[in-house]
């Protein structure tokens, strides 16, 4: 287990933020995330004073750890607040054992944010102020597509294309973690259909109106199998760092994969993947299906454990997380596109990566089905049952007949919205 452990500097002012109702007496509140890019954000926050009377003392867990090592600390000296991840069936977990404030306990307003939906649990609740809204698509090693003499796909026949030709060269064309579910769920499934499903289609499978054996739905399904042959030989066993690797160092073309990727190139940050090769440049697209389109995905939020006695300086924290300040210094140093929904000041000299991220915001599918609370609502959820529907097909274990109906029997098993409709 790594972890990475960053105190940040002491803010000894007692104020009120503006938003706040009262005074706070000098807090320190303790920050869990899994999120190495925000170290710096956190650091200027408590540099500047931004948060009168606050000090936020960031502590960094590896993503492979952070769901069971937060199961344990909010039982009891855990953390006060905490980078959460989106989706019902994560929130559940911490609900069902009382471990989470809601925004509605905390009176915080997230009517202003982008990303609303990846922030609620299946009781339909808010429990975090939504964090970014991350870009999540093809990711191309740019000095590869140089060397293959190609420019990003925009249909998909250029696409297949481009990714023989990769293999014929000696290299991986789409290099795929297929052993981490939150992978298979979140990203990889929601950014085949938004290349390859229509908006409508989609719309309908959360009102379960269409069903997951539609044909549009097995098509992309039968496109994973098919693309076997252009991935890593054994995608079941490659793990997401895995798979992140051999991309950056240019061994593989691309991956699907979320922008946060290119957080470290744009921020030249040390450690990581930017330590295997500094000169990466991911390049992004879509999967250039009839739909074409790439996921803006709510990347999760801040959430309050409920087990800390800081309630009102948590509140002041997750307040200040809602504001135009904060959205300025999340573009900033995350370099991140921040969930804000307001107009802010876009910082002077933005990455160009940052603005090749933004441009495609335009690009996003209208709806991710991953986020549906009727598809989550209850076991097994939509979200597990993608996973193990890849796993099957990455595996060779599953047509994509057979990987659409497994999903589709197990959300009748619990008589989801579509039920009647998809027997």
């Known amino acids: 287990m790594r972890l990475l452990k960053t105190s940040v500097a002491v803010v000894t002012a007692v104020a009120s933020l503006a938003t706040a109702q009262a005074a706070l007496a000098d807090e320190t509140l303790k920050f869990w995330t899994f999120r190495e890019q925000e170290t710096d954000l956190w650091n ?27 199961r344990i600390a909010l039982r ?39 990303g609303t939906a990846g922030v609620v649990a299946s009781d339909g609740v808010k429990y975090a ?8 698509s093809v990711i191309y090693n740019g000095a590869v597509l140089e060397e293959l003499g190609a420019d990003v796909p925009t249909t998909l026949e250029e696409f297949e294309s481009l990714m023989a030709l990769a293999v014929e060269e000696g290299f991986v064309g789409l290099h795929v973690d297929g052993r981490d579910g939150w992978f298979l769920n979140q990203v990889m499934n929601e950014v085949i259909l938004a290349g390859l499903v229509s908006d409508d289609t989609q719309r309908g499978l959360e009102t379960g109106e269409v069903c997951f054996t539609n044909p549009e739905i097995v098509a992309a399904f039968d496109k994973v199998v098919e693309w076997r042959s252009i991935m890593n030989s054994n995608p079941t066993a490659t793990d997401y760092e895995g798979m992140r690797t051999p991309v950056v160092l240019g061994d593989s073309l691309a991956m699907i994969d979320g922008a946060w990727t290119a957080g470290n190139w744009v921020r030249q940050m040390s450690g990581g993947l930017y330590d295997v090769n500094p000169d990466f440049v991911p390049v992004f697209g879509a999967v250039p299906g009839a739909n074409g389109k790439i996921v803006a995905h709510p990347d999760g939020g801040y959430a309050a454990s409920a087990t800390s006695e800081k309630t009102d300086a948590i509140k002041a924290v997750l307040e200040f ?103």
């Open 129 to 136: 102020v939504p964090g970014s809204i991350q870009l999540q």
């Open 76 to 114: 009891q000296d855990g953390p006060d607040f905490f980078s959460s991840k989106s989706g019902a069936a994560w929130y559940d977990q911490f609900v069902s054992s009382g471990s989470l404030l809601s925004m509605d306990d905390l009176g915080i307003d997230v009517s202003g944010m982008n």
């Open 321 to 423: 997380t809602t504001t135009a300040k904060f959205a300025e210094l999340f573009l900033e140093e995350v370099a991140e596109t921040p969930a804000y929904g307001g107009d802010y000041d876009k910082p002077a000299g933005v990455h160009p990566i940052v603005k090749d991220i933004s441009a495609q915001m335009s690009n996003a599918a209208a709806v991710e089905p991953f986020l549906a609370q009727s598809l989550n609502a209850e076991q097994p959820t939509y979200a597990s049952l993608s996973a193990q529907a890849y796993q099957g097909m990455l595996s060779g274990d599953l047509t994509g007949a057979q990987a659409a109906a497994l999903i589709q029997e197990g959300l009748n098993s619990w008589n989801y919205v579509g039920a009647d409709n998809c027997k």
């Open 44 to 70: 200027r926050i408590n540099a500047e004073n931004l948060i009168p009377g606050v000090t936020v003392e960031l502590e960094r867990i590896s993503s492979e750890d952070y769901e069971s090592r937060l």
